[in-house]
T-cell receptor
């Protein structure tokens, strides 16, 4: 299994500010994924973070709003920029290894 | 059109019964299928994955895949109250998730 450390676990932020979420994996992985889970909803893929290249964003998500960094094979960050209350959600990072995907503990974001 | 769809919930079954969860997908080229369980406030955890047509059994859980009909299902035998959770179907390694089905097992 993969050990994924995601920080912060939760935060309350003022609208208009930005929050950077970190995801650290205990070993090298090729692809890392960032998801959003809004209250009562399933997981929605935001983007795939590739090491050495720009992230690949899903429809409805843009780099200006959700910039992603992937400086090496064990680390990635997702920034939620210029936040509004609609960004209140749980954000999860995930990695694939073999036949499984592993999730970080999630970051519960509340924007006030 | 949604890529991955799950049968609408919530689903309630009595303890000891069989719970049946269904999932359909739109991409005929999909190769890998996953069932996750998510307890309230927790991250999803993998229950089963399946790649080949047919059934795959693991303890009380059976995953069934029919690529021709583009559906995958999860059967939970001898359901227990601890099985009460939201079950998420995911397709392919980039993990496109269905909306989830909330299962409640009543004692």
């Amino acid at each position: 299994s993969a050990v994924i450390s995601q920080k912060p676990s939760r935060d309350i932020c003022q609208r208009g500010t930005s929050l950077t979420i970190q995801c650290q994996v205990d070993s090298q992985v090729t692809m890392m994924f960032w998801y959003r889970q809004q209250p009562g909803q399933s997981l929605t893929l935001i983007a795939t973070a590739n090491q050495g290249s720009e992230a690949t964003y899903e429809s409805g998500f843009v780099i200006d709003k959700f910039p992603i960094s992937r400086p090496n094979l064990t680390f990635s960050t997702l920034t939620v920029s210029n936040m509004s209350p609609e960004d209140s959600s749980i954000y999860l990072c995930s990695v694939g290894r073999g036949t499984e995907a592993f999730f970080g503990q999630g970051t519960r974001l509340t924007v006030v | 059109q949604k890529e991955v769809e799950q049968n609408s919930g919530p689903l309630s079954v009595p303890e000891g019964a069989i719970a049946s969860l269904n999932c359909t997908y739109s991409d005929r080229g999909s190769q890998s299928f996953f069932w996750y369980r998510q307890y309230s406030g927790k991250s999803p955890e993998l229950i089963m994955f399946i790649y080949s047509n047919g059934d795959k059994e693991d303890g009380r859980f059976t995953a069934q895949l029919n690529k021709a009909s583009q559906y995958v299902s999860l059967l939970i035998r001898d359901s227990q109250p601890s099985d009460s959770a939201t079950y998420l179907c995911a397709v392919n390694f980039d993990m496109r998730f269905g909306a989830g089905t909330r299962l409640t097992v009543k004692p």
